[in-house]
C-alpha cells in the first residue's frame, strides 16, 4: 500500500491519464491494444461514464471508442484544472475537475465528477469506477 494520500493519488491519476489521451488522438503513440491499457486497465469492471449528451457508456464501449480515435485529432490540446476532493474515505474517493479540449479556434469545456476506488495494481493505485460530464461554457 502507497503512503501517498488517496486523494493525491487520485489528482495523479487525472493529470496522468488526460496526458496519455492527448498523446493517444494526436497518434504520437502506436495504435496496439498495449499501449491502450494504460486507459483500459485503469477502468473498474463496473465502470460507467454518464457523457455530457446523457448517454450512458459501459467500460467495453468506451475502451473501443477510444481505441478507434487514435490519431484522429492531430492538433487538440487537452487541459484539466486541479482535482478537487468533495469525499474521501478508505477505499473511495469522490471529486471534480475540468476539462478543456481545443482543437484549432475550437474549445470545448467539461465539469467531471468522477469516483475513484483504491486499485494498488493500477500506475497511481486508483481506479475510475463512474465518471459523469457536464458541458461548460467558455
Not at 481545443?102 to 469516483?115: E, I, K, P, Q
Request: charged residues 30%; contains cysteine.
Amino acid at each position: 500500500m502507497t503512503d501517498t494520500p488517496l486523494a493525491e493519488q487520485c489528482a495523479t491519476e487525472v493529470d496522468d491519464l488526460h496526458a496519455f489521451f492527448e498523446l493517444w488522438f494526436v497518434g504520437e503513440l502506436p495504435q496496439r491494444r498495449e499501449e491502450l491499457a494504460r486507459f483500459a486497465d485503469v477502468l473498474a469492471e463496473d465502470f460507467r461514464m454518464i457523457q455530457p449528451s446523457g448517454l450512458t457508456r459501459t467500460r467495453e464501449g468506451i475502451t473501443t471508442d477510444v481505441f478507434d480515435a487514435h490519431g484522429a485529432r492531430s492538433d487538440v490540446t487537452i487541459e484539466t484544472s486541479p482535482f478537487e476532493p468533495r469525499h474521501v474515505g478508505r477505499e473511495t474517493c469522490l471529486g471534480t475537475y475540468e476539462e478543456w479540449q481545443s482543437t484549432g479556434d475550437d474549445r470545448t469545456g467539461r465539469l467531471a465528477t468522477v469516483l475513484f476506488r483504491r486499485a494498488p495494481e493500477t500506475p497511481n493505485g486508483v481506479e475510475w469506477v463512474h465518471l459523469h460530464e457536464t458541458w461548460l461554457e467558455d
